[in-house]
């Protein structure tokens, strides 16, 4: 039997190595889904939109985008393809569960890469690769429309972020275009698979965290599980069709100088449905400078960290097993 939480989930309880301890449970306690997570219609008016967003950002650190004209069908096809991507007989997947540490490859793994090592996996099978043009001959043959829709539906999800990048920019008084380049040079996917799970109490599909990008742009369909942590409390994020979830990361917070507010977020699992996510997380190209944009540092509001290397960072987030706090600490002035 192999390790999938897909390929076993339907004939076991719940495993010990799935259970989380007390304190990051989900537990019984119903969490709404609630309406206050803003959403943010991209058809208002510019002045507006700068408005909304900023708020957005501070406030929340998470938003739901709609009217953000990328096609509906495009949406639509890259759900049904992650569907049947999933569905495939694990012969058609193997290939892509070959451990290799070439970051152009893609790769498909279960709970997270560490799973030999970490103490309790999550319930979910992730599948990750680039964005970039280069690396399509990596990405998955089938089914088969999966490179043309994928590669479709990233080159929107591309634009999309880099048009509320500058409406942020706007917002916060950093200079047009400051994103446009090596800030969000390597577009990551991530497709989620979190199949229906015996004790949605116990145990997590994705822990409390940040995302430790630039801006992360989230599909979803109409099954709810993903949670927001909103001054201490949990707020459910609730499925609007054709919306992307929007969430600042935590390279973001670092440049806008904690003007901006990462979002901690997490993802819980439900006992009937299978749910897919695509995540598109614009990170910056591993050698880029990081550091609080000098257009926000006043003397009133000094830069919180030292500059630092992107890929620096990325390698203390994987040592602290995912701690973004942990992993800024040694540029922190
Ligand atoms: C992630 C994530 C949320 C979701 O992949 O980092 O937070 O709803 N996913 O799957
Ligand atoms: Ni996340």
Redesign the pocket.
Same mark, same amino acid.
């Given at each position: 039997m192999d390790k999938f939480v897909s390929s076993w989930y339907n004939d076991q309880s719940l495993p010990e190595s799935y259970i989380f301890p007390p304190h990051e449970r989900p537990g019984k306690l119903l969490v709404p889904r609630c309406n206050t997570v803003p959403v943010i219609d991209l058809s208002d008016t510019r002045t507006n939109l700068v408005h909304q967003i900023l708020k957005a950002s501070q406030e929340f650190g998470l938003f739901q985008v709609v009217n953000h004209g990328v096609p509906a069908n495009i949406m639509s096809e890259t759900m049904s393809v992650f569907h049947k991507f999933f569905e495939l007989p694990a012969e058609d997947k193997a290939s892509l569960t070959v451990y290799t540490n070439d970051p152009k490859r893609c790769k498909l793994v279960t709970s997270t890469l560490d799973y030999d090592r970490e103490k309790i996996h999550l319930w979910r099978d992730v599948l990750r690769h680039p964005c970039h043009p280069d690396c399509i001959e990596f990405w998955p043959r089938k089914p088969l429309r999966y490179r043309e829709v994928v590669a479709a539906c990233s080159i929107e999800a591309k634009k999309l972020g880099l048009q509320i990048l500058e409406l942020l920019c706007e917002g916060i008084g950093i200079e047009h275009g400051y994103f446009e380049h090596e800030l969000t040079e390597d577009l990551l996917l #991530?497709a989620?698979h979190y199949p229906p799970c015996p004790d949605p109490s116990l145990t997590l #599909?994705?822990p409390k !965290?940040f995302?430790p990008d630039i801006l992360?742009i989230?599909l979803?369909e109409h099954i709810s #599980?993903?949670q927001v942590l909103k001054d201490g409390e949990w707020i459910g994020v609730r499925p609007i069709p054709n919306a992307f979830v929007v969430n600042i990361g935590y390279i973001l917070q670092v440049i806008s100088n904690n003007k901006l507010k990462g979002a901690e !977020?997490r *993802?819980v699992t439900n006992s009937s449905d299978h749910r897919i996510?695509v *995540?598109f997380c614009m990170n910056p190209a591993g050698n880029s400078n990081i550091e609080p944009a000098k257009s926000v540092v006043t003397a009133t509001n000094p830069p919180l960290c030292r500059g630092f290397q992107f890929k620096e960072f990325v390698d203390n987030f994987y040592s602290m097993e995912g701690d973004a706090d942990l992993a800024l600490q040694p540029f922190k002035l």
């Amino acid at each position: 039997m192999d390790k999938f939480v897909s390929s076993w989930y339907n004939d076991q309880s719940l495993p010990e190595s799935y259970i989380f301890p007390p304190h990051e449970r989900p537990g019984k306690l119903l969490v709404p889904r609630c309406n206050t997570v803003p959403v943010i219609d991209l058809s208002d008016t510019r002045t507006n939109l700068v408005h909304q967003i900023l708020k957005a950002s501070q406030e929340f650190g998470l938003f739901q985008v709609v009217n953000h004209g990328v096609p509906a069908n495009i949406m639509s096809e890259t759900m049904s393809v992650f569907h049947k991507f999933f569905e495939l007989p694990a012969e058609d997947k193997a290939s892509l569960t070959v451990y290799t540490n070439d970051p152009k490859r893609c790769k498909l793994v279960t709970s997270t890469l560490d799973y030999d090592r970490e103490k309790i996996h999550l319930w979910r099978d992730v599948l990750r690769h680039p964005c970039h043009p280069d690396c399509i001959e990596f990405w998955p043959r089938k089914p088969l429309r999966y490179r043309e829709v994928v590669a479709a539906c990233s080159i929107e999800a591309k634009k999309l972020g880099l048009q509320i990048l500058e409406l942020l920019c706007e917002g916060i008084g950093i200079e047009h275009g400051y994103f446009e380049h090596e800030l969000t040079e390597d577009l990551l996917l #991530g497709a989620n698979h979190y199949p229906p799970c015996p004790d949605p109490s116990l145990t997590l #599909g994705i822990p409390k !965290h940040f995302d430790p990008d630039i801006l992360t742009i989230l599909l979803q369909e109409h099954i709810s #599980g993903l949670q927001v942590l909103k001054d201490g409390e949990w707020i459910g994020v609730r499925p609007i069709p054709n919306a992307f979830v929007v969430n600042i990361g935590y390279i973001l917070q670092v440049i806008s100088n904690n003007k901006l507010k990462g979002a901690e !977020h997490r *993802v819980v699992t439900n006992s009937s449905d299978h749910r897919i996510s695509v *995540v598109f997380c614009m990170n910056p190209a591993g050698n880029s400078n990081i550091e609080p944009a000098k257009s926000v540092v006043t003397a009133t509001n000094p830069p919180l960290c030292r500059g630092f290397q992107f890929k620096e960072f990325v390698d203390n987030f994987y040592s602290m097993e995912g701690d973004a706090d942990l992993a800024l600490q040694p540029f922190k002035l």
